[in-house]
């Protein structure tokens, strides 16, 4: 395996199309709707970013922030989304130097705390996330747990 490679889509804008259409396939949101968000950051109307590790061009892990990942709570934000990293790439610290970069990215810029809604137990504490309250997520039936990094 090569080195991992980590960046914000401002250091690769020309992989704009394509990290929307991995978010997309991974998440079943239309690819329209972070190129929406993407164009925001991108455009610097928004300093919420969108952050790829790749292995070589491949993208083998991402994740980005916006206002609210779609629960009740509208008061807690920004919220990252869209957290994934491919199976074989799981287990390797990738998705944990992601969440640290878009900590420190975010903090750089003043913007602090950030939220996430997830129903992972014990992944985000290692990255000092904190649960912080249970949300209802748009559309879901059950309650969902929120984590804050201060």
């Known amino acids: 395996m090569s080195e991992i490679k980590y960046i914000t889509l401002r250091e690769r804008v020309e992989i704009k199309d394509e990290a929307a259409a991995w978010f ?5 949101v239309p690819k329209e709707a972070y190129l929406e968000c993407m164009d925001a950051y991108l455009s610097g109307e928004t300093e919420y970013g969108w952050y790829i590790a790749l292995d070589g061009d491949k993208i083998v892990s991402g994740m980005g922030v916006i206002e609210n990942d779609f629960h009740d709570r509208k008061d807690l934000s920004p919220n990252v989304c869209a957290v994934f990293t491919e199976e074989e790439y799981r ?3 990738i998705a944990g130097n992601l969440l640290n970069m878009v900590v420190e990215d975010l903090k750089s810029k003043g913007i602090t705390p950030v939220y996430l809604v997830t129903d992972h137990t014990g992944f985000y504490e290692k990255y000092g996330w904190e649960f912080y309250c249970m949300a209802q997520g748009d559309g879901e039936p059950e309650m969902t747990r929120l984590y804050i990094h201060r």
């Open 91 to 93: 287990c390797q610290g």
């Open 24 to 28: 997309s396939s991974k998440w079943g």
